[in-house]
């Protein structure tokens, strides 16, 4: 990574960019599948890695460079590696850094398709997977096993908002020999730098807030230069989940505003969930930001902002949660996140429905919960769009 003398902000604008001899001031994209080479020499000095520069565009491309390089410098990561979805950079981690033998401990609140990769796919190559409460170190420290090579948590977590201390869980992990990987999507870099409080590696589903406008799939993985620099890039470079550049393209001009984004998601969230929490149809409120998060105080350490998701149950159970969805007529109801637009859910039958009563109860997803993605537009006009169900919700 390229040494930057800038803060954030300007990192998110201007880190990664080299202008070409064209001068163009954006940056440009770049539709080519290879690269062509001067002599017979250079092809053979590239492929053979004693001469860098770009091959094929499987392996590397420029516009995907411009953001590996950004969102790295935004991470304080020496290495990031671009791919095509957030999924394909978890199995990337998992497939640069695993083999047969080893132990992944994951959190249980994490995305619920990285509990199928890690159950039905990665385990099926001799990797042992095993699950502790993501708020618990007790229960991390008790499913830790000699073999244990990585720890996977997402902080705050999907739909419940709940948080762990990044900083012990990567001194009990490096304890024991591990590495720590936290999946950074809520926060972003704008909100909370794992690798600071001593995370090994980040990952990205850059689909939801990089972008933020809910427009392309994309993900990556932020850390040092031997683990994913190398590990984790051959894993893209024969796997091929490569990102294309008309994506890294989108993401890039993403960064550019997500500072700003990010704040406009916190104040307007912020302001929802002080309401919700005083509405006679809600039960309870789940968001970092208030005095009754069971870690609001950890969130204001780790977290310089709590974040646009905001977690609500109706009084009611599943109807009145359903009526409250129903009655919208702005809100998208879709399960998406971190985009412009505020979205909509109900987890119970949605993202979490494939899980049994018992596992529902013991993740918190109960009949009422509702998930709201905050958008960017007039929280007012949120508001005004949830009172609706609310009020003719059962009091
Ligand atoms: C969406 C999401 C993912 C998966 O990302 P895709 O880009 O959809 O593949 C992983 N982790 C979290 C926390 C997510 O919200």
Redesign the pocket.
Known sequence: MQDFPWEFETLAVRAGHTRTSEGEHSEAIFPTSSFVFSSAAEAAARFSGNEPGNIYARFTNPTVRYFQERLAALEGGESCVATS????A?LSVMLGLLKAGDHVLCSRS??G??TVLLQNYIAKFGVEIGFADLTELASWEAALQPNTRLLFA?TPA?PLTEIVDIRALAELAHRNNSLLVI?N??CTPALQRPLELGADIVVH????YLDGQGRA???AIVGDAERVGKDVYGVLRSGGVTMSPFNAWIFLKGLETLSLRMKAHCDNAMQLAKWLEIHPAVEQVLYPGLLSHPQHGLAKQQQTGFGGIVSFVVKGGQEAAWKVIDSTRMLSITAN?GDTKTTITHPGTTTHGRLTPEQKAQAGIVDGLVRVSVGLESVRDIQGDLARGLEHGPL
């Not at 589903?205 to 939801?208: D, E, F, G, I, Q």
Request: with cysteine.
């Open positions: 979805s957030g999924m394909s978890i994490v995305f398709t990285t997402e999907n999946d999507c809520f589903s850059a689909t939801k799939l994309g993900g996140l």
